[in-house]
């Protein structure tokens, strides 16, 4: 794998998968390798995907600073890619966790966007908050099914910041449109995929400035997709149309059936449509 080293000496390492112009890509987690979004549902028949480790994860190297895992520290390492990367302008992809750096990279770079691609996004980058309520109604729009109370009660710990790992495996299926073998294999991937030191950090005092972030945003000229998932909680639909309102030129779609992974529920209508709005 390709690497660079960051403003304060990490390397970070890469990989290219696909055809045509870069689409660096940002994965969530927070703190999972890239591995987990694949060619993201074979949008790499259209795009160059750049799949950025981010620091910890991966074949990227840690910081010496723990500190350096934070949400808002990161943004340095997306513009250190772009540098090195030698390209003036980047069409850039976030996924949940993701998706906030993204949106903090946009709000302090917003010369540097092409366009932004917000896949299911993290919403506190802008301080909208999502609510165990959000996941109680996408728990009702799968019919109630038997996994339910299970799945809910860990989100709700999750959301509180105690999370066990025995509720980590409760609340997997509330991630996914359909609970099935395939999205069990994916889900499986997870813990060994991600940092938890560096999950936690992610998310520290000072991660995120909603305000300064709205402000920056103000700015931001480049078209902006946020693409939600008819099945997810966080966000929900209704939290993810709040959340491109937010930007300038935001628009926002919903995938019918899908959940937080929505490349894994319908690769073709995920792939039409992030396709169609980078090609625009």
């Known amino acids: ?77 997306v513009e250190a890619l772009r540098a090195y990367l030698g390209l003036e302008r980047i069409d850039l992809l976030g996924h949940s966790a993701g998706a906030g750096l993204a949106t903090r990279y946009a709000a302090e770079h917003p010369e540097r966007i092409g366009r932004l691609a917000l896949i299911t996004p993290v919403t506190a980058a802008v301080g909208i908050p999502v609510d165990v309520d959000d996941f109680r109604e996408a728990v ?4 109630n099914p038997a996994w339910g109370p299970a799945a809910l009660a860990a989100m709700e710990a999750a959301l509180a910041g105690a999370l066990t790992p025995e509720q980590s495996d409760a609340m997997q299926p509330l991630l996914y449109g359909r609970w099935d073998a395939a999205a069990q294999e994916h889900a499986a991937g997870g813990p060994a995929q991600r940092n938890a030191e ?77 396709a169609e709005f980078l090609g625009r």
């Open 140 to 143: 009702r729009l799968r019919g």
């Open 1 to 77: 794998m390709p690497n660079f080293t960051a403003p304060d000496g990490t390397t970070l390492a890469y990989r290219r998968i696909g055809r045509g112009e870069p689409l660096i890509c940002l994965p969530g987690g927070p703190m999972r390798a890239a591995a987990y979004l694949g060619d993201l549902g074979g949008l790499a028949a259209h795009r160059t995907l750049v799949l950025l480790d981010l620091r910890g994860t991966g074949r990227s190297g840690r910081p010496d600073d723990p500190a350096g895992y934070r949400c808002d520290r990161q943004v340095a390492d």
């Open 198 to 274: 560096a999950a936690r950090l992610f998310w520290a005092a000072g991660a995120f400035d909603p305000d300064a972030t709205r402000a920056g945003l103000a700015g931001l000229k480049a078209p902006v997709l946020v693409l939600s998932g008819e099945l997810d909680g966080g966000p929900s639909p209704r939290r993810a149309a709040e959340f491109a309102e937010v930007f300038p030129q935001g628009v926002h779609r919903v995938q019918p059936g899908a959940g937080h992974f929505p490349w894994l529920d319908d690769e073709e209508r995920f792939v039409r449509t992030v």
